[in-house]
């Protein structure tokens, strides 16, 4: 997760109590000082090794720009004789947990993603506090595999087609879903998805934000004040300071498609700013892995304007299933190079 702090001075024209502190948002209170003229902050305890009186932490299996997640027993199931008790926690890092709200977003996080049920999303079983330690946390499904940047690690020009189209297909699907319930997921990225023992799983929805209306109550992050995009999957509107849309989600999954089919960026690994600045867009070309009739859905989607990026990701879903080429291309679809 790659974090930027910006130094815009403009205001957010939202709620301060629906802005994170972190955020540091113009309109947002801040943590009060001591008598010292110091930020006088929570105490903030050390991990234990049961969180929740529960869940015994095993180990780390990895790091994000905001926080870790851990793998860990679950003692109470343990104790009734699952044979496997074990579940994944995400808690904030240090650096976040500390502010008054943090484990008001990581909520967020889990309200979100609580509100999706299928079978190529993550599963979240529980949001816990820790008091002792004031440390919030994530309950999630163990997952067991590969996640994409690990397969393409493996597959350094990409993924055969008789094996990406499945992946294709799932991956559609799941964000499809999600879009469909107004929940977008804001950094789609290979490392955020794993290839199961069970299937594929979307997961890390931690920057991840409602559409407009839906649960407004809940703390987001102010992304006129901060971002935390992965540079080379954001969508060049979010690079510019625009809204999270689905638009933008879209873009990153067509990052993510080409460079299953290719084992290459599109760009480079260059951001949509850099990319645009040097017209690489002129140079793409269909990946060899990637059947023609897909091409054209595909380019649409990784168009770095968004007026143009007309297609969403329920169409992309829906070329993506079809085996043979339709007769006629909708006319949401771009033109292909």
Not at 131 to 157: C, M, N, W, Y
Request: proline share 7%; aromatic share 8%.
């Amino acid at each position: 997760m790659s974090q930027q702090l910006l130094d815009a001075p403009h205001l957010v024209n939202a709620e301060a109590s629906d802005l994170t502190y972190f955020a540091l948002a113009a309109t947002a209170a801040k943590p009060a000082e001591n008598a010292a003229g110091k930020t006088a902050r929570p105490r903030l305890y050390d991990l234990p090794e049961v969180l929740g009186g529960r869940y015994r932490i095993e180990r780390l299996l990895g790091v994000g720009g905001m926080g870790a997640v851990y793998r860990a027993r679950d003692l109470l199931r343990e104790q009734f004789g699952d044979p496997e008790p074990y579940v994944a926690l995400k808690t904030l890092s240090d650096d976040f947990a500390e502010y008054p709200d943090a484990n008001a977003l990581l909520y967020s996080e889990f309200a979100l993603t609580a509100r999706l049920t299928h079978p190529h999303v993550v599963r979240l079983f529980g949001f816990e506090v820790d008091v002792p330690s004031q440390r919030a946390f994530l309950i999630l499904e163990l997952l067991k595999g590969l996640t994409l940047d690990q397969l393409l690690g493996e597959r350094p020009d990409g993924v055969p087609w008789s094996e990406l189209q499945e992946i294709t297909i799932a991956l559609l699907d799941a964000l499809s879903y999600s879009h469909s319930l107004g929940v977008l997921h804001g950094d789609l990225k290979p490392s955020n998805v794993m290839l199961a023992a069970d299937g594929l799983r979307l997961f890390d929805y931690g920057l991840g934000q409602p559409v407009e209306g839906l649960l407004p109550g809940l703390p987001r992050l102010c992304r006129n004040r901060f971002t935390a995009w992965t540079p080379r999957y954001a969508a060049l509107e979010l690079l510019d300071g625009g809204p999270l849309t689905a638009a933008a989600d879209v873009y990153a999954l067509a990052c993510v498609l080409y460079e299953l089919a290719s084992g290459r960026h599109p760009f480079r690994r260059l951001s949509a700013k850099q990319a645009k600045a040097m017209e690489l867009d002129r140079q793409l070309q269909r990946p060899e892995q990637l059947p023609a009739h897909y091409w054209p859905a595909l380019r649409t989607a990784l168009a770095f304007d968004e007026a143009q990026r007309s297609i969403t990701c329920a169409q992309l879903l829906e070329v993506f299933r079809q085996q043979q080429p339709p007769n006629r291309w909708p006319r949401w679809l771009g033109r292909s190079n």
